[in-house]
DNA sequence: GTAGACATATGTGTTGACAGAATAACCGAA
DNA sequence: TTCGGTTATTCTGTCAACACATATGTCTAC
């Protein structure tokens, strides 16, 4: 799993920097000052700028020359963009994945499937974070099921966390039942080694939640148009 | 069309050496030694692992900790992934032009056909180059047309650049006729602006395309193992 | 003759410092 | 008070040098 070089600095910089900006730790259009940045992570501005420029492919920040860099600012534009691009590479990914889906993978997805259906019926307390964590596992294994590993790349690595940006705070629990049926149908196809259905399960699935993800975000609309500085 | 910094030396080197792997210059498997590769172009490592880090998201080249970074070498398996996801991305692209495109964009897409259709009749001289401007151009107007701007730049910025990895010597004039022909049912799609025809006239002309160029590469096989080093 | 260990050398990772550009602050005039 | 110009400072882009890890080559022991 060590992805690529792992020890290196400007490789940690990297994924803590990601994480950063997907939890919302560098705020969205934050101008980022790269001496201060640099300070603050305690290193030196080298290992810092590449993994700069890697966020920047990575469409998490926005360079220009002799500006410095902004972390992306979310618009509902590129919500619809990144709902379009992913429903139709995991339609893809169900596709493929309903043929190459060993019963093993098929018994570890249902247990994951069934865990989701647990956490709904729990208690209250710490449920959101286990359940997105159930959904992203759920749709990190099809993906992974696809064996191509260009599209894994595609979702795992850069459409998922993209939508991460967009997580929002309050999302009842219909919502999340209606998520688990959809799953519940996914599932099926899958097991029947139905392509077509598997696809078209999952599509509907990515629309549907396109749907309670714009809605959510409209209730919610905690956007802050203040750049601020670090 | 500035993209980004376009002044910088980082910027540069990020163009040059993607149009150096992507042409043949730096062959598939090379090992790229920074302080060659810096004293070739003139510039320092500074901006050269930064072009390089890029370039790593970009997928040309992979690199691991304290051994240094290879350019890519392609394998069927990797040109069979990048044409399932480029169906289902070019499909989309298609179907969103359907119902997007506006008569000034259709009237320079037939145009573009034309030309297209001209230069197959022509004389034997230069064609090639011309013919894969044509059929770039073609697709390049359709992403456009999406106006998606997370499709744009998947198709034109990252899968496009990486089938250049494959682009073969020999293909015939036959082939060729048979592209143009499935351009036209693509074009008229779009003109009656019908999307699921658009979509699925999209999607069987690059499947058709993927049977090309695989026939192509087992018959040319031009690769070379070694893994040479500059 | 072969295997293992040591020394050399090349290369990557990192740092600090310098030059040019852009932003911000300041001052003066209308 | 406000607008324009000028100065000063901060920041980005770039470079050269240092530290450490890895690879290569040689030498010794078996």
Redesign the pocket.
Request: hydrophobic letters at 30%.
């Given at each position: 799993m060590r992805d690529a070089?792992s020890?290196?600095?400007?490789?940690?910089l990297f994924h803590s920097l990601t994480e950063a900006i997907l939890l919302g730790e560098l705020a969205p259009g934050t101008?980022?000052?790269?001496?201060?940045l640099?300070q603050r992570y305690?290193?030196?501005?080298?290992?810092?700028?590449?993994a700069?420029h890697r966020l920047q492919e990575r469409r998490l920040i926005v360079?220009?020359?002799?500006?410095?860099?902004r972390v992306i600012v979310p618009t509902p534009q590129m919500l619809a963009s990144i709902f379009a691009v992913r429903e139709t590479l995991e339609g893809l990914a169900a596709k493929e994945a309903a043929t190459l889906m060993s019963d093993d993978e098929l018994a570890a997805l249902a247990d994951g499937v069934r865990c989701h259906e647990r956490e709904l019926q729990g208690s209250e307390a710490g449920r959101h974070n286990a359940l997105g964590k159930a959904d992203e596992d759920f749709h990190f294994r099809i993906a992974q099921a696809s064996q191509n590993p260009l599209l894994i790349d595609l979702l795992c690595n850069q459409l998922y966390p993209l939508l991460r940006l967009y997580r929002s705070r309050n999302d009842n629990s219909s919502l999340r039942k209606r998520a688990l049926t959809e799953h519940q149908r996914v599932l099926s196809a899958l097991r029947d080694h139905d392509p077509e259905m598997a696809e078209l399960a999952m599509k509907r699935h990515i629309a549907s939640a396109k749907a309670r993800r714009t809605m959510a975000l409209q209730s919610g609309s905690d956007l802050d148009p203040e750049t601020e500085?670090i």
């Open positions: 070089d020890g290196t600095l400007a490789e940690q101008k980022i000052s790269e001496p201060i640099a305690g290193v030196s501005r080298g290992p810092l700028r590449e700069l360079r220009s020359a002799n500006h410095g860099a500085k």
